[in-house]
């Protein structure tokens, strides 16, 4: 368990960017699932519960998510459950129950990048974007792909668009950590592949995507794109799995998601 | 720091550590049916309400419940015992170290949940542990009490 | 018979369920110490120097201790009758650390914070050894995990100290190479089974204090009180008399607490600081700090004729028992035990092989007691052997199984008293619908199998186990029961007042019953070894005949009619031949008034010469995902002959909840290290326990015989019910798609790799 020296909870974002520019070593308190993992000791402890970011706002065009949006909230959001085949609502499901669910949030979620993460590759397969309070408004690849520097993230904000989207997971046990997951999406034409807990982060499987959407409708061989996939991104071994048994079931869960966004 | 806890409708005064856990905060005042068995927020042991939903109280920091109604089982005994009951008649609270989280989590599916099929049940409970009973017997049990409620 | 057979709630359910405080940690007082231990970060290394000055100094903390403060005896923590056959190899604290967790000092602070602030003051040097961390190059490693000179054995357990053997066992009967030379068919298969972690919820924890007579008292959640107050003595070098231990409500044991983990941490401290202490375990620490089931490797050998009977038996191997050797020759030997009996077609059996130390985790008792790891070994080789014959699994258990009144080469002429396994299997069969479903249906890219397997147990150990019960006719005429077994949610307490209210006839609400504090408890060694119902059960029984016949005796001088003329009927005694009533209260009243009279009380004490086994036959059905291995359970039918069923509510709970374990054992329980001995499945993110969703669905049926040695006939169903899963999933899977898996917990992965090899 974490110990906390001193806390500061602020009621705007300007009073946090102060806070932060005052102390770069600040530690943002998310709904502390994973930070009472460690016994770290927290000089500065931020607390954003009273910043407004605890809400689900549904605009014209976006689904603007806070920070603190705990994952409970996300899978019950009627919204979420309406656009993109659930696919986020069924993502965040899986991990383990409705207790834990109402307190860990989507901002550390996110932020943290995890490697086993079920919620990057669903929200990677949907056009995404986070807003950072330094950083500002970027895609989430784009965050990703970037080393983690001090920052808060604040809102995360998905386009309403007409997607289709699968999401597929692969775990020993119910409420273990997905030793592989993958999610696919469909947006008029355009595919997107994405693979997770490989078990490094998710990443998009650029090239299998580009084959999937480059192929006329109807003539896709999900198998080949599947293949395409499993070729392209890298796998590693942890105790879960293995990395070639972890490519031999990329194969599978990119071919069932193909398959199940194609039905 | 201090600061007021509603806890089972009565206003708690009290100085809490800004890293303190509501599940040491209820136990240090009195309310002995929080209990844990983990340290990595998976086993729905310290299961209680904050304004009627289920939360971990081992994983949910004290102040920030400040202004929140908390739910103990201490606070709910009739429908816990109406529970229990039938839970014991099936010996599905075999140790019982499990049982009051898990009574909590149950009432509190029964409260949100209309005519939950067995998934939705499994779903709801998939954050509660228990070691003992296989949990066939709870599923029983869940199923007997929420019968009675439709009747 | 009113009470035995009926599925009477527990007495103390509703209580335990809604929260009350009632477990040992509920019941500390304000001021009670929180005692803190510093762990060994290397699995094998010396205690140069410790350096505790600093966390002394500290505001709040009370107490320091390292190896130079604590007595240098060595003890067991194994909870077994004295003489323990485990080795007393251990002491307090040890300048020798011999796995990661080991006990470096003990701190007691004002409160946890300060504890743990505490701990991170010590400094330590140590001088690191190389580990043995592998099971089968322990034997004549480099490396000696107990090198002292003063390690200790009550009696010849076979122990070789320099060659890392903690103990070692043969049982060979006949002349098993000649046996299977002459066999048709000969199978063959090596295993391994894992260190499953008991993983009850609440985990160890004691408090202690001084009474007013300056005892130490000792609210401890354990199986084992009598034992825990004898090895304290001797650990602490005080006398018994000093000490009271006590067992409240406790939150699941499974055999973890049959071995005193940490009773004797607070308890030092409250000798050496005179105030109240606790300790509470972390998740974590319960994983890498206490014991867990024995890992064990082992190759089997099974010969038959064509025609199916299975007529040699050879099991060799070796089991894990980590750091210390507690329960280690004993579960090594109940491997044998309580799996060869069950083949008594046989000619030749032979059983050997050794407990080895490694720096590991230490062994300890869990649930099958190394029946668990017999069953798998075998009735894979068993379903092995169907396989190669061609013969339904079923059909070759039935022509080889031991029935009634039978003997088999490991019984040594003994009898079996009871048995309806033959019928479980018929039961079992049908529940499942083994004729439609075996071996497979195909169904797509999935593919479903059944597969099965039996098991036996005992019922408290032959010649060792003694209980005794005392029942108490009280002033108001309700009766106390006083045992020293110890319910840890079994609902034993509940199920001895059902065979007391039986026997004297009367309402369970005239019952109390007190258990468990040495103080008071008659002796009883607790509640392990499937034990309770039988032995303890037997006692109570015999304990309530006893004070029937005093309580009639006093009846007939009221009523002037010969006691053997009367009946006990609830509140009253009756003479049928009169229609005369004379009270049980008033009975009750006149014996503690005035000169001349003696309360009305009953003591019995039992100890059995055999251990009866109960039965159980598993069935399981599985799906495999054929493209990424996965298994799901999704039917498991096990059928018990567990003697008669005294409560069948509890038992039915106990099986499904052993059989819920046991299916963690095999699919989902990984237990694993690093390379430098660190035990890195040491929570509930890491080891995975099945949630609910995991099992499928249980189903449970009871074919009942009758024990004639057993209280109304009853055997015991504790630990049977955790044996059949792995063995009966793991046969599924090869009949759903003929990979055999022998290693356990099967995992997607494994299946996969096994189904690649195949193809
Ligand atoms: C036992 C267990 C099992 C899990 N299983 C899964 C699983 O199967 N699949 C899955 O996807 N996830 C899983 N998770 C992860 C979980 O879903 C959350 O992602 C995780 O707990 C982090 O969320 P939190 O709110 O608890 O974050 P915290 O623990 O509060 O924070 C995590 C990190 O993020 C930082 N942080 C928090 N908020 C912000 C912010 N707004 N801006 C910048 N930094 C921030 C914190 O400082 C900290 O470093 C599991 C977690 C646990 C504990
Ligand atoms: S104590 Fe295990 S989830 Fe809270
Ligand atoms: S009843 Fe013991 S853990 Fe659930």
Same mark, same amino acid.
């Given at each position: 368990m974490f110990t906390i020296e001193s806390l500061h909870q602020p009621q705007t974002l300007s009073e946090v960017k102060q806070l932060v520019e005052k102390y770069p070593d600040i530690t943002v308190l998310g709904g502390c699932g994973f930070l009472k993992l460690s016994s770290r000791k927290i000089p500065v402890a931020l607390d954003l519960s009273r910043c407004e970011l605890e809400k689900i706002h549904e605009t014209e065009q976006h689904i603007e998510i806070g920070a603190m949006v705990t994952l409970r909230d996300i899978e019950k959001n009627p919204a979420l459950n309406q656009w993109f085949d659930g696919a986020l609502p069924k993502a965040v499901s899986h991990i383990l129950g409705v207790q834990f669910r109402s307190c860990a949030t989507i901002g550390a979620s996110v932020y943290a990048k995890y490697g086993f993460s079920d919620i990057l590759p669903a929200l990677l397969a949907l056009d995404t974007q986070v807003e950072l309070l330094r950083g500002g408004r970027m895609p989430l690849v784009d965050f990703l792909s970037k080393p983690i520097t001090r920052d808060v993230l604040t809102r995360i904000v998905i386009t309403k668009d007409k997607r289709r989207v699968s999401y597929q997971n692969l775990r020993n046990a119910g409420a273990d950590f997905p030793l592989l997951n993958a999610a696919v999406s469909k947006h008029d034409a355009e595919w997107k592949i994405i693979v997770g807990a490989r078990p490094a982060r998710a990443e998009i499987a650029v090239q299998a995507s580009k084959l999937l959407t480059s192929s006329a409708y109807g003539t896709v061989d999900s198998g080949t794109v599947a293949m395409a996939a499993s070729m392209e991104l890298a796998f590693g071994s942890n105790n879960k799995a293995s990395a070639e048994y972890r490519q031999a079931m990329c194969q599978v869960l990119v071919k069932r998601a193909i398959e199940e966004v194609l039905a | 720091m201090k600061l007021e806890l509603l806890i089972n409708q009565k206003i708690y005064a009290l100085d809490v550590a800004p890293d303190e856990m509501l599940a040491d905060t209820l136990r240090s005042k009195g309310f002995l049916s929080i209990r844990k068995g983990c340290d990595t927020s998976c086993c729905g042991l310290c299961t209680v309400w904050i304004d009627g939903k289920p939360v971990l109280s081992c994983t949910m920091l004290s102040f920030r419940v400040a202004g929140k109604a908390i739910t103990t089982i201490e606070g709910i005994q009739p429908e816990a015992e109406k529970f229990a009951r039938i839970l014991a008649a099936e010996g599905s609270e075999q140790c019982g170290f499990c049982s009051p989280g898990f009574i909590m989590t149950v009432i509190a599916m029964k409260n949100e949940l209309k005519n939950p099929t067995e998934q939705d049940i499994q779903h709801y409970l998939a954050g509660n542990l228990c070691r003992c009973t296989g949990y066939m017997g709870q599923m029983r049990a869940i199923k007997t009490y929420l019968r009675g409620e439709v009747q | 018979m009113k009470w035995v057979g009926r599925s009477v709630s527990k007495i103390d359910g509703v209580a335990i369920a809604t929260g009350k405080p009632l477990y040992t940690e509920d019941l500390t007082v304000p001021g009670t110490l929180v005692v803190k231990l510093l762990r060994s970060p290397h699995a094998f290394a010396r205690i140069k120097s410790i350096d505790v000055a600093a966390a002394k100094q500290m505001v709040g903390v009370e107490c320091v201790l390292t190896h130079q403060d604590v007595p240098q005896v060595r003890f067991t923590k194994a909870g077994q009758s004295f003489p323990e056959p485990s080795p007393y190899d251990r002491l307090i604290l040890d300048p020798i650390v011999r796995y990661v967790g080991d006990e470096v000092a003990i701190v007691a602070a004002v409160d946890e914070k300060t504890a743990l602030a505490a701990l991170d003051l010590i400094k330590v040097e140590y001088e690191v050894f190389e580990p043995v961390l592998d099971l089968s190059s322990a034997i004549d490693h480099p490396s000696v995990v107990h090198p002292e000179t003063d390690l200790h054995c009550n009696f010849p357990i076979g122990l070789e100290q320099q060659r890392n053997i903690a103990s070692s066992h043969t049982v060979e009967v006949g002349d098993l190479a000649a046996e299977l030379a002459l066999c048709d068919v000969v199978v063959e298969e090596t295993y391994k089974t894992q260190a499953q972690a008991q993983a009850m919820m609440e985990t160890f924890r004691s408090f202690t204090y001084l009474d007013q007579a300056g005892r130490l008292v000792v609210i401890s959640s354990t199986q084992i009180p009598f034992h825990v107050r004898r090895q304290l003595a001797r650990a602490l070098q005080i006398p018994a008399t000093r000490i009271r231990v006590i067992k409240p409500r406790i939150g699941g044991g499974f055999g973890a607490k049959q071995t005193g983990v940490c009773?004797?941490?607070?308890?030092? /401290?409250? @000798?050496?600081?005179?105030?109240? +202490?606790?300790? /509470?375990?972390?998740?974590?620490? #319960?994983?890498?700090?206490?014991? $867990?089931?024995?890992?064990?490797?082992?190759?089997?050998? =099974?010969?038959? $004729?064509?025609?199916?009977?299975?007529?040699?038996?050879?099991?060799?191997?070796?089991?894990? *028992?980590? +750091?210390?050797?507690?329960? +280690?020759? #004993?579960?090594?030997? /109940?491997?044998?035990?309580?799996? =060869?009996?069950?083949?008594?077609? *046989?000619?030749?059996?032979?059983?050997? &092989?050794?407990?080895?130390?490694?720096?590991?985790?230490?062994?300890?008792? @869990?649930?099958?007691?190394?029946?668990?790891?017999? #069953?798998?070994?075998?009735? $894979?080789?068993?379903?092995?052997?169907?396989?190669?014959?061609?013969?339904?699994?079923?059909?070759?258990?039935?022509?080889? @199984?031991?029935?009634? *009144?039978?003997?088999?080469?490991?019984?040594?002429?003994?009898?079996?008293?009871? $048995?309806?396994?033959?019928?479980?299997?018929?039961? &079992?069969?049908? =529940?499942?619908?083994?004729?439609?479903?075996?071996p497979r249906i195909e169904q797509g890219s999935k593919v479903r199998g059944v597969g099965m397997a039996v098991t036996m147990q005992g019922s408290g150990i032959a010649n060792i186990d003694t209980a005794s019960a005392e029942i108490r006719l009280n002033d108001d005429g309700f009766y106390t029961v006083l045992v020293g077994s110890t319910d840890m949610g079994t609902g034993s307490d509940t199920i001895l007042l059902q065979m007391a209210a039986d026997v004297l006839n009367a309402d369970m609400d005239q019952f109390i019953i007190n258990a468990a504090d040495t103080d008071v408890s008659p002796f009883d060694p607790g509640s392990y070894a499937s034990s309770t119902t039988y032995v303890t059960g037997m006692a109570v029984k015999k304990a309530a005949e006893e004070l029937r016949c005093k309580i009639l005796e006093q009846a007939a001088k009221v009523l002037q009619a010969p006691a053997d003329q009367l009946e006990l009927s609830g509140e009253q005694c009756v003479d049928p031949a009169s229609g005369k009533t004379v009270s049980v209260a008033s009975i009750a009243a006149a014996a503690v008034v005035g000169p001349d009279h003696r309360q009305l009380s009953a003591y019995a004490t039992f100890g059995s010469p055999v251990s009866p086994p109960p039965f159980v036959a598993g069935f399981a059905e599985v799906e495999v995902d054929k493209e990424t291995g996965k298994v799901t359970l999704l039917d498991f039918v096990a059928v018990v002959d567990c003697g008669t069923v005294i409560n069948p509510a509890l038992a039915r709970v106990q099986t499904e909840g052993g059989i819920v374990q046991g299916i963690g054992m095999a699919l989902f329980e990984d237990v694993q290290y690093d390379k430098k001995g660190n035990l890195q499945s040491n929570s509930f993110m890491t080891y995975k326990i099945p949630g609910r969703s995991d099992v499928g669905i249980v189903r449970v049926a009871f074919e009942e015989s009758y024990e004639p040695t057993g209280p109304f006939g009853a055997k015991s169903v504790g630990e049977v019910v955790i044996n059949t899963p792995a063995p009966a999933i793991v046969a599924a899977i090869y009949n759903a798609v003929g990979v055999q898996i022998s290693e356990l917990p099967v995992t997607p992965e494994k299946v996969f790799k096994g189904m690649q090899q195949k193809s």
């Open positions: - | - | 009773e004797v941490y607070p308890a030092i /401290v409250t @000798l050496k600081t005179g105030k109240p +202490a606790k300790v /509470v375990y972390e998740r974590k620490e #319960t994983f890498i700090a206490s014991n $867990s089931r024995h890992a064990t490797e082992f190759k089997v050998r =099974m010969g038959a $004729s064509h025609d199916g009977i299975i007529r040699a038996i050879e099991i060799v191997g070796l089991s894990d *028992t980590g +750091a210390y050797g507690e329960h +280690a020759p #004993t579960v090594f030997a /109940v491997i044998g035990d309580k799996t =060869m009996p069950l083949y008594n077609k *046989t000619k030749a059996i032979r059983y050997q &092989g050794h407990a080895v130390y490694t720096n590991k985790l230490p062994g300890g008792a @869990l649930r099958g007691y190394g029946a668990t790891q017999g #069953t798998f070994v075998q009735e $894979s080789t068993v379903n092995k052997l169907a396989a190669e014959l061609g013969i339904d699994p079923t059909e070759i258990r039935l022509k080889n @199984l031991i029935r009634e *009144t039978e003997t088999s080469l490991y019984y040594k002429g003994k009898k079996l008293g009871s $048995s309806s396994l033959h019928r479980c299997i018929e039961t &079992g069969k049908s =529940m499942i619908g083994w004729d439609a479903k075996f």
